[in-house]
Every structure is written in structure tokens, then in C-alpha cells.
């Protein structure tokens, strides 16, 4: 059974920063495309990163560019998100995702497999 299980959320202030994880269980993290999406009530689920977990290639969303930082440990089985300078518009429920394949329409949320459970991020002014 696969299992994507998030951690590294909290609450922090504006121009901080914090790391999330992604663990995943049952499936190589180094295997396909993974990726961090977040989402805020009465939003639709927003593509933030991704990698290519077969190239390391790294995709963002314009609105994280320079901020944010999508890695993995292959030994660990894990992916990380590092958010730095974070702010007020960063907040909300962060998902790990999986799919097979390439990262191609890395943000389409339809093309994923496995979703995590999220972790919370929120960040005051």
C-alpha cells in the first residue's frame, strides 16, 4: 500500500522559513514525478514544485520562484520543500503527490496517483 505522509508544517512569521517532508511508504520516492501542492479554503488545490525524480529537473510556480526549493534524498526515500521568506500569501494546507511517469503538466492535480494526508503552514504578518 502507498503512503505519502507529510511533516514540517507550523506557523511562523513573514520572511521566515520552515522544511517540509514528504515520506513516502510502499513506493520509491526516486521513482516518477513528485510534487507539493497547496490549498486554502474555498481555493482550488495549487501546483507549487515539482521534480523529475529520474532527471532531478525542478519545476515551481512562478508565484515560489527564488523562494522555494524542492529536493530529495533518495536514501531517505523522502522529498523536502524548503520555503523560505515565506509570507501571508504562502499560508494554507500543503500536499505531497505522486505520479508515474515524467513531470510533464507537472501541476495538472488530475494526472497524480497518490496524494498525502497535508500539513499546515501559516505564516503571520
Known amino acids: 500500500q502507498v503512503q505519502l505522509v507529510e511533516s514540517g508544517g507550523g506557523s511562523v512569521q513573514a520572511g521566515g522559513s520552515l522544511r517540509l517532508s514528504c515520506a513516502a511508504f510502499?513506493?520509491?520516492?526516486?521513482?516518477?514525478?513528485m510534487a507539493w501542492f497547496r490549498q486554502v479554503p474555498g481555493k482550488e488545490r495549487e501546483g507549487v514544485a515539482a521534480t523529475d525524480t529520474g532527471t532531478g529537473s525542478g519545476y515551481y510556480a512562478d508565484s515560489v520562484k527564488g523562494r522555494f526549493t524542492i529536493s530529495q534524498d533518495n536514501a531517505k526515500n523522502t522529498v523536502y520543500l524548503q520555503l523560505n521568506s515565506l509570507n501571508v500569501e504562502d499560508t494554507g494546507m500543503y500536499y505531497c503527490?505522486?505520479?508515474?511517469?515524467?513531470?510533464?503538466?507537472?501541476?495538472?492535480?488530475?494526472?497524480?496517483?497518490?496524494w498525502g494526508q497535508g500539513t499546515q503552514v501559516t505564516v503571520s504578518s
Open positions: 510502499g513506493v520509491s520516492a526516486s521513482s516518477g514525478c
Open positions: 503527490a505522486m505520479k508515474w511517469g515524467t513531470c510533464t503538466a507537472p501541476f495538472a492535480t488530475l494526472l497524480y496517483n497518490y
